[in-house]
C-alpha cells in the first residue's frame, strides 16, 4: 500500500469508528426513552406502541388484554419511610407483576408514571389478565409489600388503545373504592 492509500483508509476507518460510537449513542437513548430508570420496566411510550401494534390486529379470543395497577396509599409510604421507601415500593410493584406475567412471552410490563404501572398480554384473554392481577397482588401481600389495586380490560369488539385504556382505568379505580384490589370491566 502506498501512502496515500493508508491515508484513505485511515479517514474510512474514522468515518466507521465516528459511525458505530452514533450508533451506539442511539442504543443507549432508544434504551432511555423505552425503559423506566427506577424500575427497569418499560416506559409508557414503550407500553402505548406494543398496545397500538396489538389493537392493529383484529379482535377477537386471545386479542389484548390490558391491566392497570396503582400502589395504593403511595404517598404515605413516601411521608413516613422518605422517597427512598416509595422507591422500595414502587420497584417491589414493578416486580410483582413481572413475576406474575412471567407466563405471558410477550407480556409488557410497563409503568406509567408516578405509582401507575400497566401490563400488557397481547395474546391473552380477560380471564389470563385477572390471574396475572390476581398474582401480583397476593404475592406483595405475601412479601409484606404495599398494595396494589389494579384494573383488568380486554378488547372484544375491536376497541382502540384509547378506549381498551380508558376501560382499564375505570375497573383499577372501582377496584379502588371497593377495596377489593382487582375488577374486571368489559372494554367499549
Known sequence: LSEQDAG??????DQLAGAIHRAELFAQVE????????????SRRAVELALDEACAA??????????LCDIDDL?????????????????GAAEALVYAARSHPDAVVGRFGGDEF??????????????????????LRTAGGER?????????????PAELLRAADEAQY????????VDVVAAG
Request: negative net charge; contains cysteine.
Open 8 to 13: 484513505f483508509l485511515r479517514a474510512i476507518a
Open 31 to 42: 434504551e432511555l426513552a423505552y425503559t423506566d430508570s427506577l424500575t427497569g420496566v418499560a
Open 58 to 67: 383484529p379482535a377477537g379470543p386471545g386479542s389484548p388484554a390490558l391491566i
Open 75 to 91: 404517598k404515605r409510604v413516601n411521608d413516613q419511610g422518605g422517597h427512598e421507601a416509595g422507591d422500595r415500593a414502587l420497584c
Open 118 to 139: 400497566c401490563v400488557l398480554l397481547p395474546s391473552a384473554t380477560v380471564e389470563d389478565a385477572r390471574a396475572v392481577a390476581t398474582d401480583a397482588v397476593q404475592s
Open 148 to 160: 396494589i389495586s389494579c384494573g383488568v380490560a380486554a378488547r372484544t369488539d375491536g376497541e382502540s
Open 174 to 181: 372501582r377496584a379502588k373504592r371497593a377495596g377489593d384490589y
